[in-house]
């Protein structure tokens, strides 16, 4: 009783029960009052990844725990994504044909796959622009084929 | 969508050709063509127009909007504007660079064509950026959005709609209860 232990989340989660109390959550440090206050100040200065590389989720993911910080916890994390999005928007939109690694690295798991989809999104209109869309090319899965093909085996 | 669909969508516009040759009304699926006379012109879908250009078989008609005075006061308007302006074509940005790549011959000063409408373009996407920021920034729960084309949508749409989606999922760790539902997350 009263030992403080860290567990993964989802061995807390299955203990965690309101009727009754195995055990109490404390909020990781990031999630924190001191935390949230630095978020609210400039959310575009923080490293994400660095934090945890999933912060949007486990975050989310804490609110399953009733603790009192609970409502400021969710709005912290919305405001964080909302003052983060005209960066990664930006960014993703920007960024042709460049080393894009300088620009994610202080992405979140959940933002590294939106700036995916905007980088998808500028590769391919630009790769239409000229005129390299109408130049068939081997999909994608085909290339990643590993089995051996038939002329290869002939030979 | 990619862009090479949305430009297969755009040949489907008509334009006018005056053709060089001598051939009856054609039946398609899509509507009949023609007939064809030499020196008379004749509308037909962009497709087509491109690939008797190709064989130099026509001499293409540049549409009515595609000239430097009109596009410089679209130029303009778009600047001025908050709002989206209504554009001449809906594929305005796709018949540039068809027409512009394969009957440069026909069109009077295609470079400045090419620049002005590059312009209105990139003015376009800055406010698009602009304003998905704004929607973003004030939670809103929808928006409108009159005259964008569909290359435009195209561009930004998965980005944005990935976004939208993402902040929904947390708007709903705001209200009580909602926490059940973070479980999918």
């Given at each position: 009783q009263g030992t403080k232990l860290e567990l993964p989340l989802w061995l807390a989660k299955g203990l965690y029960n309101n009727k009754q109390k195995i055990l109490s959550v404390e909020l990781p440090t990031v999630y924190k009052e001191s935390w949230r206050t630095v978020f609210s100040a400039?959310?575009?200065?923080?490293?994400l990844h660095k934090l945890g590389p999933y912060y949007y989720a486990f975050g989310s993911q804490m609110?399953?725990?009733?603790?009192?910080e609970n409502a400021e916890l969710a709005q912290t994390i919305l405001q964080t994504f909302i003052s983060r999005f005209r960066r990664i928007m930006d960014s993703s939109q920007n960024?042709?044909?460049?080393?894009?690694s300088a620009l994610v690295a202080r992405l979140d798991e959940t933002e590294r796959g939106l700036f995916q989809a905007g980088q998808k999104g500028l590769n391919d209109f630009q790769s239409w622009e000229m005129g390299q869309a109408s130049q068939i090319t081997a999909s994608s899965l085909v290339q990643n084929y590993r089995k051996r093909k038939h002329s290869e085996l002939d030979a | 969508m990619e862009a090479s669909e949305v430009e297969f969508l755009a040949e489907q516009e008509p334009v006018t050709i005056i053709p060089n040759f001598s051939l009856d009304r054609i039946y398609l699926i899509g509507g009949d063509l023609g007939p064809f006379n030499p020196g008379l012109p004749v509308q037909v879908p962009l497709w087509l127009a491109i690939n008797l250009k190709q064989r130099q078989k026509c001499r293409l008609i540049p549409p009515e909007w595609m000239d430097v005075e009109k596009l410089e006061q679209i130029r303009e308007q778009e600047r001025n504007e908050a709002t989206f302006t209504p554009m001449p074509s809906p594929y305005y940005m796709e018949f540039t660079k068809l027409l512009l790549n394969y009957?440069?011959?026909?069109?009077?000063?295609a470079d400045e064509i090419r620049t002005l409408v590059k312009d209105t373009w990139d003015t376009r996407i800055a406010k698009l950026r602009l304003s998905a920021d704004s929607f973003v920034r004030q939670q809103e729960a929808h928006a409108r959005l009159d005259n964008l084309t569909l290359m435009e949508i195209n561009t930004t749409g998965p980005f944005l709609t990935q976004a939208l989606d993402h902040m929904y999922k947390l708007r709903t760790n705001?209200?009580?209860?909602g926490s059940a539902q973070s479980q999918d997350f």
């Open positions: 400039d959310a575009n200065v923080v490293d609110l399953n725990f009733d603790s009192p960024a042709f044909n460049e080393d894009t | 009957a440069a011959d026909n069109i009077p000063k705001l209200q009580p209860g």
